[in-house]
Every structure is written in structure tokens, then in C-alpha cells.
């Protein structure tokens, strides 16, 4: 059964420095979403992204973070200058239709020291 | 009025019994609301979904139930086993491109054997 992938399962960085959270979504999945859940609580959404534009987005998604579809395959979330706060699971997920489910990745621990 | 609240926080059921868990949301443009199950480090995983054209919905031991009028959807475990042991988040999500999931609080199941 396809699913989405992400990488890393695990990064530690440094506060002030930039991360890549990368993503596969399924492959004939046209709708993309990044969620984060803080350790302990809901996940919350943070942005979503279709026809290579963001269709929506929080309030957590200020200015630091950005994303991108570099191609046909990979979906990433860039925090620019990591903080504290920013410590969480970061879940991908992908849908095919409008009417369809959002499938969600394993997800990447983001430890911010 | 994008809250979708949920109950209880934690729940503890004998093998066998049935799990109620209770979700009340506000923004009446929702339209699709997921159960998602979620184990510990994974990514959230669809369990099962209505929309609001119907008023129940079962599958196998699952079963939402759904009150338009008073904005509010349960999830049923029937029979409920070891193995159902998890956090279940439900959500709320509007038909539109960005389609973004709101989630509940989360309910922390344990089933004793």
C-alpha cells in the first residue's frame, strides 16, 4: 500500500539554525500539508499547499518557515531559524481529491537545543 | 470558532467493553470529520469518516455517530481489545483547496486485558 514517507526520523539542531523536513508524499496525490504536534499535545496545522502554492496556513507559519515542491516527488518544510518552541513532531500528509482522506507520514522529531 | 473540542482526555475500558469518546465542534461549515488513531512515534492513521449527510457510520468494531443539530460526532468501540490501546484524535475539515484538518484535544485509550 503507498504511503508517505518522511526523512529524517530524528533531528537535533542548534537554536538559530536552519532544518529541511523532507517529505514523500504519495504519488498521485495532488493536496500537501505539514502538521506538528508538541510533545503531550494536538496536532495543530501549519500550512497547505496545492498546484505548487500555498493554500492555506496558520498562525504558527510566520516567517521562518517556508516550503517547497523543488520536484515531482519530494515536499519539504524549512525552518530558517530554529527555536526552542520549535521542538515537535512535524507530520506530512498528502491527499489525492478534495473529497479525499489526508494520509499522514511517520513524521520527524525536530529537537531544537 | 475553529475548535473542535474533545472528550474524555483519557479513558480506561476492560477488554470486551465499549470505548465512548465525544467531539463537539462550532464552525458549521465543517463538513468531513475523521477518527484518527495514533500509537506512540507514529504519524496519526485514519480510522474511519462521516459527513454530516449521514448520521451514522460503521465499520467492523467503529462506529461514528453524528448530531448535526447539535454539532457534535462520537466514535464507538465495540468489543474493545489490548490491541485498540492508542490515542484517537477526531477532526473537522471545510471542502475547499486548503482543506486543512482540525483536530481534537486527543483521547489516551488503554484497554485492560
Known amino acids: 500500500e503507498p504511503e508517505v514517507t518522511q526523512t529524517p526520523s530524528h533531528q537535533v539542531t542548534q537554536m538559530g539554525q536552519e532544518v529541511i523536513l523532507r517529505c514523500v508524499p504519495i504519488?498521485?496525490?495532488?493536496?500537501f500539508y505539514w502538521y506538528r504536534q508538541i510533545l503531550g499535545q494536538k496536532v495543530e496545522f501549519l500550512v497547505s499547499f496545492y498546484n505548487n502554492e500555498i493554500s492555506e496556513k496558520s498562525e504558527i507559519f510566520d516567517d521562518q518557515f517556508s516550503v517547497e515542491r523543488p520536484d515531482g516527488s519530494n515536499f519539504t518544510l524549512k525552518i530558517r531559524s530554529t527555536k526552542l518552541e520549535d521542538s515537535a513532531m512535524y507530520f506530512c500528509a498528502s491527499r489525492q481529491e478534495i473529497w479525499d482522506t489526508q494520509y499522514f507520514g511517520p513524521g520527524t522529531r525536530l529537537t531544537v537545543l | 470558532q475553529q475548535q473542535v473540542k474533545q472528550s474524555p482526555q483519557s479513558l480506561i475500558v476492560q477488554k470486551g467493553g465499549i470505548s465512548i469518546i465525544n467531539c463537539a465542534y462550532e464552525n458549521t461549515a465543517f463538513d468531513y470529520f475523521p477518527w484518527y488513531q495514533q500509537f506512540p512515534g507514529k504519524g496519526p492513521a485514519l480510522l474511519i469518516a462521516?459527513?454530516?449527510?449521514?448520521s451514522e457510520k460503521k465499520e467492523g468494531r467503529f462506529t461514528i455517530s453524528f448530531n448535526k443539530s447539535a454539532k457534535q460526532f462520537s466514535l464507538h468501540i465495540m468489543d474493545s481489545q489490548p490491541g485498540d490501546s492508542a490515542t484517537y484524535f477526531c477532526a473537522a475539515s471545510k471542502n475547499n483547496a486548503g482543506n486543512m484538518l482540525t483536530f481534537g484535544g486527543g483521547t489516551r485509550l488503554m484497554v485492560k486485558p
Open positions: 462521516i459527513r454530516p449527510d449521514v
Open positions: 504519488s498521485n496525490h495532488l493536496y
